[in-house]
Each structure stands twice: as C-alpha cells, then as structure tokens.
C-alpha cells in the first residue's frame, strides 16, 4: 500500500520521467504550486492582478523546487505566446529559446526579463551561475510538496489488500486456460489452485461446477474463470454479509469480543466505539485483557479517543470480576452499548477457555441473554489459521459473529470464504487499517470481486 500511494504521489501531474532528470524540476507538483505561485501578469497583455505576497519569497528561500516550478510556467506562458513554440518543452532550454525569440521580437516586459534570467541560470549547464544575491538552493522539497494524495477508497484497499491472493490467483489461472479447452484435467488443476488459495474444498467445487456447467468442451479464458469465481464467492458470502444487530431495549447491549491476540480486537473495539458514539450512542468500554498493562492502556486510549466510558481494574485481576462490574455500571449509567475486551492467549487453551466461560456465565446473571454479541475478530495475514480458531472460540465462547481485521496489508483473505462456507456465522464488518476509521460494513460482492482480482 505504500508503494502505491508514493507512486499516486509521484506520478501525479503526468509528466514524463526524463525531463525530471534534466532539471531536477518536480512534476508531481506543478499544478499546484503553479496554481500558489500564480504567473505574473505580462502588463501589456494580461490585467494586472494582486500578486501573491508570499510568491517571490519561496522563489528565492524554498530552492530549486520553487525556482524551477517559476521556470516552469513562465516557459509554459512564453509557449503559449509564440505560435509554433508547443513542441519544445523542455525545461531550461526552452525557456532559453523563446525568451531569446521574444527578446528579439522585443515583446518582454523587464519584470519577465528577470523571471527569465533566473530560469536560465537554473537550468542545468545551459546557463550561468547567478550573481550573488540569490539562492539555488535545490533541497527541501516538502515547501513545495503540497498536494495531498487523493485518499483511496476502501474497495482499493480491500483489493491492494488481496493482491497477494488475486495476483498469484489470476496469474496461476491465466496460465492454466491458455489455449486450452475446458476439460476434466484443467478443472482439477483449478480446484487445486482454489484450495491452495484457502477458498476452501466446498467453495472451489463449486466454481469449478459452475465453469463445467458453462463451458465444459470450450475454450476458457483467465477472465471468464475469474467472473464464474467472483459470482460463486458471492454466493457463498451473501448469507453471512450482515448487518451487527444491536437491539437497543438492552440497556446496555453488551458485546463481547474475543480472539486470538495480536487478530486485532482491542483495535477493532476501538473503531467500532468511535462509530456508535459518532451515531450519538453512550458506550462504555471495558478492559477485560488483564493480562497485560499495556493492552489497558491502549483500550483506555481508545475510549478516551472517542469519548466512550471506560472502566478498567488492575493487572493481573479477574477479568469476570470486572466485566460483572462493568455491566452493572453501565446499566447504571444507561449506557446504550458496554464492549467487553478479553485476553486471546491460545498457548493456555484450558485456562483460556475457563476465563471466557467465567466471563460468559457471570455476565449471564445480570441478563440471561447476555452477552448479547460475541465477536470474534481473524486477522486476515494468518490464513489457514483463522479456520481452526474460530472453530475453538465458538466453542469457547459462543460466537456470534466475526470481524475480519487486516485487509489492507498483505491479506489471505480466502480463507474467509472457507470459514463462511464451513461455520456460517455472519461478518459484520472488515478492517482496512489501523485508523479509527479504517472499518467497513462487510460487502460479499466486493470481497469477491477482489478475491477475484476484478475491478470495482
Ligand atoms: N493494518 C492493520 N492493522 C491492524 C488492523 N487492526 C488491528 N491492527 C493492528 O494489529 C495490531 C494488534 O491489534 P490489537 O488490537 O492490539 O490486537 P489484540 O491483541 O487482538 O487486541 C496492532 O498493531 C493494530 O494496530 C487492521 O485492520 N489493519
Ligand atoms: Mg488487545
């Protein structure tokens, strides 16, 4: 991911690489800092307009960058003057050319005559070194570094995400059906390369079912394979795209949330309570990870951040203690949502288990129904991994439905589509980065479509 957000940065503007080379000039910045430093009004033929105060310092202070970026739209003016000049563009020398054309023509003004001086001086063994008096200076390029990258989309994250999965997918696929009509060997051969994927047996049956049914005795390409994938995965999530229900009649509703350490819950936590007391909900947070001080910590930071109530106890406390106290503050306060965080430590299954099961049971006195949600959340850069531990906490803990954290990184996401198939239990929302925003309703279409390597 950010490999293609500097490559969004630095491609930005359009301008081809080797005239970057030559004069050390910035193309990804131009536009806008040709928009901060306006071009001076020639006074015969343009209405003179307020200039820009802040223009000539940064030619002079902020180097070469700012200097250049100058050069760059009084030659691009000068072009646009003198019919026939379009073709030469490049920097220092047309300048050069079309300033020495309009000196002779005798159409500059003494102001543009200076701007062009220190063009020409600029520009690299073309021209003389300026006399003392000013700077060219060519570092310091965030002053002029002033675009902000266009924010990607979630659906570009998710796919940036699964590129792991759908590059070496569609590529393994490409190859198979080259030249090759659909027949029982290459159908095998893609049910292999599904399952390697971690779609699962039952889920790479059924695409090869479907691309049988449909083109059986036919030639293939890559792309129909990755449409009849895409619909077949579809198929397979829709069931468990649903929304996390909250039945607000509960004061509070409390939500439990489990799994393995490091999968990201007290994260998630965090996200999701930025969410419901954005949407005006009183939530309280509570730090049942007793375990460690620093996941304490970090769940007291995330309430503090969005302005939820938080209620902790010391390391090394029963974490039912606290989640029983939890429950009965927040039902005193009227909290509409209490999230419980837990410890996921897997080395210890038994005691693992036997803390969960407390914590269940205890939260269960003071509502039958309650925990009212068990979460679980699977880090998606684990792969086959993710089957088994949701197969342990939902015995554990009664799951009732799953949060799938780290799509943005260098995702397994197949194996989601294993665990719908297998567990059926819903998932709610995806995580696609560390920020608190960074969470995202569930979509079965978009997950495939990106699994699939298609575009949005
Ligand atoms: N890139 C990325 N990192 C995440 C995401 N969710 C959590 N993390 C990171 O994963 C690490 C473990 O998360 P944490 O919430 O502490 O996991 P916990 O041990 O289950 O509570 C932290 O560094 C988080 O910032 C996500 O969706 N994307
Ligand atoms: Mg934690």
Redesign the pocket.
């Known amino acids: 991911m950010a490999l293609s957000f500097i490559k969004r940065v630095f491609t930005f503007g359009d301008v081809p690489a080797d005239q970057d080379g030559q004069s050390g000039h910035h193309p990804e910045t131009a536009p806008a800092v040709q928009a901060e430093l306006e071009p001076k009004p020639r006074h015969e033929e343009l209405p003179v307009a307020p200039v820009d105060p802040v223009a000539p310092l940064e030619i002079e202070t902020a180097g070469g960058p700012a200097a250049d970026l100058a050069i760059k739209s009084d030659a691009d003016e000068a072009a646009a003057l003198l019919p026939g000049a379009e073709d030469t563009s490049e920097l220092g020398v047309v300048p050069l050319s079309l300033l020495e054309a309009e000196a002779a023509a005798g159409t500059l003004d003494a102001d543009t005559k200076l701007q062009d001086s220190v063009s020409e001086a600029t520009a690299p063994q073309t021209v003389p070194v300026l006399p003392k008096g000013f700077s060219t200076a060519r570092s310091e390029p965030e002053t002029v570094t002033i675009v902000p990258p266009a924010p990607l989309s979630w659906f570009q994250r998710l796919r940036a995400?699964l590129a792991r999965t759908s590059s070496q997918l569609t590529g393994q696929i490409a190859a198979l059906f080259t030249k090759r009509k659909l027949d029982d060997e290459t159908l095998e051969e893609l049910e292999d390369l599904l399952i390697q994927a971690d779609l699962g047996v039952e889920t790479a049956m059924r695409i090869t079912g479907a691309l049988s049914s449909e083109r059986y005795g036919k030639d293939v390409s890559g792309e129909d394979v990755s449409r009849i994938m895409a619909g077949e995965i579809t198929k397979v999530l829709a069931p468990v795209a649903k929304p996390l229900a909250l039945d607000l009649n509960h004061k509070p509703h409390v939500i439990l949330?489990v799994?393995?350490?490091?999968?990201?819950?007290?994260?998630?936590?965090?996200?999701l309570a930025a969410k419901l007391s954005g949407a005006g909900l009183k939530v309280m947070l509570a730090a049942g990870?007793t375990f460690r001080a620093a996941?304490i910590e970090?769940l007291k930071i995330w309430a503090d951040r969005t302005g939820s109530q938080f209620i902790g106890t010391k390391l090394g406390a029963d974490a039912a203690g606290l989640a029983y106290d939890a429950f009965e503050q927040a039902r005193a306060n009227k909290s509409d949502v209490l999230i419980i965080?837990t410890?996921?430590r897997l080395q210890n299954r038994a005691e693992l288990m036997a803390e969960l099961e407390k914590i269940v049971r205890v939260l269960g006195k003071l509502d039958p129904d309650a925990p009212h949600t068990v979460l679980q959340?699977l880090?998606?850069t684990t792969g086959q991994n993710a089957l088994n531990q949701v197969e342990i906490f939902r015995n554990v803990a009664g799951v009732s439905g799953l949060i799938m954290?780290?799509?943005?990184?260098t995702a397994r996401g197949g194996i989601l589509v294993a665990i719908a198939a297998k567990h059926k239990l819903p998932v709610y929302f995806?995580?696609?980065?560390?920020g608190v925003d960074?969470?995202e309703a569930f979509e079965a279409e978009d997950f495939a479509q990106a699994i699939a390597g298609l575009a949005h």
Do not use: H, P, R, W
């Open positions: 995400g949330v799994g393995v350490n490091g999968t990201g819950k007290t994260t998630t936590i965090g996200k990870d996941a970090q965080d410890a996921g959340t880090d998606a954290t780290k799509l943005d990184g995806v995580g696609v980065g560390e960074d969470l």
